[in-house]
């Protein structure tokens, strides 16, 4: 990989900070960057990953945090995007006082910069974080699991996307394809259920998820996973991972919609999301749907209710429908829609600001 020029860097994508940070103690070595503060302090989880290179991790960091400045702006959040990368073995890392360690480099941030969990951390993990640290959201006993939030959210998207492509956004009658059933994906099926949507399949790799799923929802029928994308449905619902939609699945898919939680869902985001609008597809962005997670964790934040939550998640359906209007106006992809709408807020944001009002 070539050198970053690190200054280029932020110049070119507008980044406002960028941290490195060693505690001599524990050897926790991390990185935390923050993208931009317009809306509010920067918010996202700490990722502990073996990176080959420190310029790996850097590359990795400032990517993860500038998409948190997007996910949050479009949920219409006051918050911006940052992210922390620590880097090491998350089997050999971690203790109590390389968290603590950790907790203490956060508070230096002065609420810059809030942090939560995301791979290979943990709420136990931000438990440590939080003895340090009064910027940490994500705890036990409080917002809880992001997963039926985010799902609901991806719910309400779905009848967005249902509302572009038929004039009505109900699910009944309507037929799905979840690749996934873990945690987003399984919620997100129980909700279609609930809701009384026609057909629905779904892949798995995990047979305990398969086995979960046949017995709570038999009428869900499992195809494997080679064949989820060619479904003739209406709504492909990516629950997985990243990188799903690429140059070998887009061709097979017969979905009018396209809707789920997976986070970089598109291989390779300006290219796929051109490939899919040329195919006439509803692409429902994945930072735009999926940010049912960020806004559960926004509450704990603003004052922890699950039902506003809920409400805020479902917000989504009007989002994306604004977003769905932009693109058809300027002729561009859903997902350069997503970025042109999350930006527009932020700049509309920095402008009011720019008269001087005492409080
Ligand atoms: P999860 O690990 O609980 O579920 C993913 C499931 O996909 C697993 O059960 C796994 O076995 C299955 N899977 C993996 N590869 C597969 C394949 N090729 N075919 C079929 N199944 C496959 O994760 P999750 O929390 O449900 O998250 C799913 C996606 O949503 C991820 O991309 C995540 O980043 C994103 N996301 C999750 C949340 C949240 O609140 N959990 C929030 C925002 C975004």
Redesign the pocket.
Known sequence: MAQIAIFDHMQQHQFEQVVHFFDRSTGLKGITVIHNTTLGPALGGTRIWNYATEEEALVDCLRLARGMTYKSAAAGLNLGGGKTVLIGDAAQVKSEAYFRAFGRFVQSLNGRYITAEDVNTSTKDMSYVAMETDHVVGLEGKSGN??P??AKGVYHGIRAGLFKKYGSADVQGRSFAV????????YLINYLVEAGAGDIFF????PK?ISRMRLEHPQVRYVE?DE?FGLDVDVLAP????G?LNDETIPQIKAPVIAG?????LLDEEAHSLMLMNRGIIYCPDFVI?A??IINVYHELIGYNKDRAMADAARIYDRLLDIFAIAEKEGISTYAAARVFAEQRIQSIRNLRDNYIPR
């Open positions: 992001p997963s939030v985010t690749q996934g059933a873990g945690q987003t994906g399984y892949t798995e790799i995990n998820h996973p989820i629950c997985a991972l990243g799903a939680s997976a986070n970089n869902v999926n049912g997670g």
